[in-house]
């Protein structure tokens, strides 16, 4: 049977409708405005300079921050998951809205990846994630599309297999969009690169890929 890894659950600012459901061992940080999606779930601690959610709250664990800052409100949580010793992030409600901090939290999974944890983000229907040197693999029985883009000049060594269209031993770059909008057939799918990073984007959710589970390749 297989076990997943203490997830460190990062709920952003997004509106959302995630079934937020921690295990014993997880941990879940509320980053500013996302205090206020955490739909009756206890936030273990409650980060950002709280210029989005307007207030600061009253008897939780908050870990306050100037709003003048380096960090977005996602990074600080991230930095505390990690200094807290967890390997597997979930930012819920980080994609969609303002391009720009979508951009700022697909930084934050390099971030992690860089750091040595999986992470991802998780929106209404698809997941982002980034993998490097390594690869993911699918469960049977899903459709919908995936799409993998270099994170970097250069991601060589990329196979897709098991998806609608294939590629052996191809070369991403950051300047061409070869590997948007491949799809899922039904089959277990598998993407690997072998020297880069990829961000991943695709229809499911992290358990598609067993992307936290401990037996994971990555």
Do not use: W
């Amino acid at each position: 049977m297989k076990t997943q890894l203490p997830i460190c659950y990062i709920v952003c600012a997004l509106p959302q409708q995630h079934a937020l459901r921690p295990a014993p061992g997880d941990l879940v940080i509320a980053a500013d405005g996302g205090y206020a999606h955490l739909a009756g779930v206890h936030a273990d601690l409650v980060v950002g300079d709280f210029d989005s959610l307007g207030y600061v709250p009253e008897g939780e664990t908050v870990v306050r921050h100037p709003a003048e800052k380096d960090d977005t409100d996602t990074m600080l949580a991230a930095r505390l998951g990690l200094e807290r010793g967890y390997h597997a992030f979930l930012l819920l409600g980080g994609v969609g809205g303002r391009l720009d901090h979508t951009l700022a939290n697909i930084q934050t999974l390099a971030f992690l990846r860089a750091n040595g944890a999986r992470a991802a983000l998780q929106g209404e229907t698809v997941t982002v994630t980034m993998i490097q040197n390594e690869a993911l693999r699918f469960r049977e029985g899903l459709s919908g599309i995936l799409s993998a883009f270099s994170y970097g000049e250069r991601a060589s060594g990329v196979y897709e297999r098991g998806l609608a269209y294939a590629l052996d031993d191809a070369t991403l770059t950051d300047a061409n969009p070869l590997g948007v909008s491949n799809a899922f057939t039904g089959a277990p799918a598998e993407l690997s690169v072998r020297s880069g990073r990829l961000l991943v984007y695709y229809e499911g959710t992290p358990a598609d890929c067993g992307l936290f589970d401990r037996t994971n390749g990555i």
